[in-house]
């Protein structure tokens, strides 16, 4: 229970709050993404040296690449100033200490919750309130029962300490290297907070293991970092619930999420995320797939202003799989680049992407998504499915799927269909008593079931909410 | 206007040269040497792009070392029926000047990019052909063997209300230096080493109202030959455009076929079929857009690629805003014959207008096992078997394809390489 321990103690003491507000005032005071910056992020942390040269080294590769600007058709990423953002760090820090009073928090934020009908104690938690207690009792609950099989979950910060070996060989190596791509290197460079999850070989974690809006319980998260690793003939199914609204303005959310899937494991990532509307959501989420292993990743985008995230597995190994299932909501001034990325590497690798999106008021869904069969990569297949439905002349549907076959002896398939409601199907609907919005309610949670199916009750409970509240017009 | 010129190859006293062979007014010799000026600055086409990465790469190749721009030669036929015009760039010129004001460069901006542009400063051959309102002709040929190094093709074609047309185009490479005497201006150009050649075209469609154009176009260029065409329509009200795509040919093709449905009501087919073996490479690139209401598309392509050949294939549906009520499918299937040979797909939806009815699918796959057992169990042998599935993927494009010649000589080109 150590590392439990030493973790309630790191993060709840009140001299910890104070020591953040003495850092936030010198890094406001200092502009822009510079070396002391990171330095200081680290100390803070009490890191070991190791990871502050990996963050200066991630922090060298940021400077030195280019913002991506060449994508066909991407978001608008021109109002996005990384060097104004990232001393904001601090100031959500200082936020959730500050709003304890759940009448201090904003009022798009308050409604939100209110619609979702959440109890008093889960929004604060949402709200970033409180989220630290929260989440500890989530840890609680779980810890006991796994620990004997040799789970470890944990906040990511706390592994740096408690387990260098097994986050020195994994964090940010051959899965995510920071080189990856700009955002990919500004979260190695400021990474924090995240989870750690290490499932031993042959256990199996029947119950999903969940990070719900814990990210706010380091301030800084942001850029939390989610590590996955599980050994062979393993199975755990993570869970990321909604990454709570933020509130500041210019926010932006770079996460790195990492999955090890060994041999013959299981991995299921499921992530249902509303981000504020004033939110750049930059990720990138990989999972390197062993012989026979297999990867899940299900996920629901919701709110932010842009997001650009296609979640990435590199099937390694032979007879590997990987399923996407993915949704996409976006409203008004909302553009989701959202898709998925599979490379099959090895042969009877099999990979199946279905992806949904609903545009409304001027919003903007692109589903980008690349297969990539390498040559010797034979009988493997693909098939890729992507639906959009949308609601009005204002908004806007792209599908750009890339396809690149190297090998002959391979199954590849791509569909993509983009429709407004049916008008007969709303007719249909009326007909039979229900009202206009009630019908088009309908027929979207139809249209979603496919994802809402994967996840546990209570996401997708919260998940068909969301979209209903979006679908009103009534959220924030 | 006065330019400076520095590319190594080319002159503006060529431009000069060439338009004035051609009897060519003022304002086309302007235009051709202002898209000689435009050069330095213009970017090459665009190619299927993922971050970081061409799929084609045009900048490897030295365009400007390639083109000989005084020395051409071709063998070309153009015949039609009486009742249209159908005539060389030089009649055109002296004929339907007016005509090729109004719409020389006015679908396919000649400034568009750098292969444009070059194609525009250097064109030295073409066909127009005017159909007159009413009229329907049938059986327009054109074809053009190409005897010289480098050859720059323009081709207009403009329908007046409610005619129709017919036109099938063929480019092939005959031998070198063998030239047909006549009123075109020839003289044998000593191909390059390795024989690489060159072969430019651009056409340009303006459908009147209510016409209807077929055009059907196959390529069959040598294997040492890059080609760069750029094919561009655009409708009236009621009017169609219907392309037929045939890629056999080139060492490496880069192609555009598109339509701009920009009256309501209109309507277009893209039918495409490639087969790529040894080196060739295909850059296709399929597109409409629909611009106007009740409009319809339908984009069909099939392709194999054998040996170390390679596809790049992107189809782009794009719905505008004022797009009601559309209509747009787009299907691509590729078979894979080697395991050496590669196939990128890219069909991409762009959809501004919610009253859309959009699809596309592709696939890429190789030969069903299971086709080929029963097939070789029926004593077919796996060569023959081989050969009749890959005939068979073929059928659905060739079906699709209107002009009995043309699917003909298709099948042919087909059947001739699964020979080899």
């Not at chain 1, 929260?134 to 620990?147: A, G, K, L, P």
């Not at chain 1, 999972?287 to 990867?295: F, L, P, R």
């Not at chain 2, 490496?252 to 490639?274: C, N, R």
């Not at chain 2, 790049?312 to 719905?319: A, I, L, N």
Request: charged share 30%.
């Amino acid at each position: 229970m150590s590392s439990d321990q030493d973790h309630l103690k790191e993060t709840d003491t009140e001299a910890r709050f104070d020591f953040k507000q003495e850092q936030r005032a010198a890094v406001t005071s200092e502009k822009g993404l510079t070396e002391e910056v990171i330095r200081m992020i680290s100390e803070d942390k009490d890191e070991p040296e190791w990871m502050l040269e990996r963050r200066l080294r991630a922090l060298k590769q940021y400077h030195a690449m280019p913002m991506p600007t060449d994508w066909p058709g991407q978001p608008d990423l021109s109002e996005l100033d990384v060097e104004e953002i990232v001393p904001y760090i601090r100031p959500d820090v200082d936020k959730r200490e500050g709003v304890d009073d759940w009448d201090e928090l904003p009022d798009d934020i308050k409604d939100t919750f209110e619609k979702l009908g959440i109890p008093e104690a889960e929004r604060k938690a949402l709200s970033g309130v409180g989220a630290q207690y929260e989440s500890e009792i989530v840890y609680q609950n779980m810890q006991d029962q796994w620990e004997e099989k040799g789970v470890i979950f944990m906040n990511m910060d706390q592994a740096v300490k408690d387990h260098p070996e097994i986050v020195k060989e994994h964090f940010m190596t051959t899965c995510v290297p920071p080189s990856d791509n700009k955002f990919a290197a500004l979260h190695g460079a400021v990474w924090s907070g995240g989870s750690f999850v290490y499932v031993p070989e042959d256990v199996t974690v029947e119950m999903p293991v969940q990070a719900y809006f814990r990210m706010n319980s380091e301030g800084m998260g942001q850029f939390e970092h989610t590590l996955i690793v599980a050994e062979p003939g393993s199975e755990v199914h993570y869970i990321e619930g909604c990454s709570a609204p933020k509130y500041g303005k210019h926010n932006l959310h770079s996460g790195g999420v990492e999955v090890f899937v060994k041999e013959d494991a299981h991995v299921q990532y499921s992530t249902v995320q509303n981000w504020s509307k004033n939110t750049f959501n930059l990720n990138t989420k990989r999972a390197i797939v062993e012989e026979n292993g297999t990867m899940e990743w299900v996920s629901g985008s919701m709110g932010s202003k842009a997001t650009m995230l296609y979640p990435c597995s590199i099937l390694k190994g032979r007879g590997a799989t990987d399923t996407h299932i993915t949704i996409a909501f976006a409203g008004e001034g909302q553009d989701i680049d959202t898709g998925a990325k599979v490379y099959h590497n090895a042969p009877n690798t099999k990979s199946t992407i279905e992806s949904k999106s609903i545009s409304k008021d001027g919003g903007r869904t692109n589903y980008r998504g690349l297969v990539h069969i390498a040559d010797g990569a034979e009988n493997s297949s693909t098939a890729v499915e992507c639906d959009a439905l949308m609601f009005d002349n204002e908004s806007t549907s792209d599908t750009m799927p890339y396809m690149e076959i190297e090998e002959s002896k391979v199954d590849v398939a791509h569909e993509a269909t983009v429709g407004k409601i049916g008008d007969e199907d709303i007719f249909y609907l009326q007909s039979r008593g229900l009202d206009d919005d009630d019908a088009k309610k309908m027929i979207v949670a139809g249209f979603i079931e496919p994802i809402t199916e994967e996840l546990p009750i209570e996401y997708a409970v919260e998940l068909n909410r969301l979209i209903e509240l979006e679908m009103e017009g009534s959220l924030g | 206007m006065s330019t400076t010129q520095v590319h190594a190859n080319l002159t503006e006293a060529q431009v000069r040269e060439i338009s004035g062979d051609l009897e060519e007014p003022e304002w086309l010799l302007e235009t051709r040497l202002e898209a000689l000026a435009a050069l330095d600055d213009l970017d090459m086409p665009k190619v299927i792009r993922t971050p970081g990465r061409d799929w084609t790469n045009l900048h490897d190749l030295d365009f400007e070392s390639f083109v000989d721009p005084l020395n051409w030669a071709e063998k070309k036929d153009q015949v039609g029926p009486d009742e249209i015009d159908v005539l060389s760039w030089a009649e055109a010129v002296d004929e339907h000047e007016d005509l090729l004001k109004e719409h020389f460069g006015s679908i396919v901006d000649p400034q568009e990019n750098y292969l444009t542009a070059l194609s525009t400063a250097l064109f030295s051959t073409g066909t127009v052909i005017y159909v007159p309102e009413g009229v329907d002709a049938e059986d327009v040929t054109i074809r053009t063997e190409m005897n010289s190094q480098s050859l720059f093709n323009y081709t207009l074609v403009v329908t007046e209300e409610s005619s129709s047309v017919t036109i099938l185009e063929r480019q092939s490479t005959g031998d070198e230096g063998e030239v047909r005497d006549g009123e075109e201006r020839a003289s044998g150009t000593v191909p390059r080493e390795g024989g690489e050649r060159y072969y430019s075209g651009i056409v340009e469609i303006v459908a009147g109202e209510n016409s209807y154009v077929q055009y059907g176009s196959l390529q069959n260029l040598s294997e040492d030959s890059y080609n760069f065409t750029c094919k561009r329509g655009v409708t009236d009200t009621y009017a169609t455009i219907d392309w037929i795509e045939g890629n056999i040919g080139t060492k490496l093709t880069k192609t555009e076929t598109s339509t701009e449905l920009a009256g309501d009501s209109s309507e277009t087919q893209i039918v495409g079929a490639f087969y790529g073996h040894n080196d060739q490479h295909f850059d296709l690139d399929v597109k409409v857009w629909h611009r106007a209401e009740h409009t319809t598309a339908d984009l069909v392509t099939r392709g194999v690629t054998d040996d170390v050949s390679r596809s790049v294939y992107e189809g782009v549906q794009d719905v505008g805003r004022d797009a009601w009520d559309t209509s747009s499918y787009q299907r691509e299937n590729t078979l894979m014959l080697s395991d050496e040979s590669e196939a990128d797909a890219s069909p991409k939806l762009i959809i501004n207008n919610h009253d859309t009815e959009a699809s596309h699918s592709a696939t890429v796959g190789q030969i069903d096992e299971e086709d080929l057992l029963y097939m070789t169990s029926r004593g077919v042998s796996p060569r023959d078997a081989r050969n009749m599935l890959v005939e068979g993927f073929f059928v659905p494009v060739l079906e699709e394809i209107a002009v009995e010649e043309l699917r003909d000589d298709l099948e042919d080109l087909v059947q001739e390489r699964l020979r080899e």
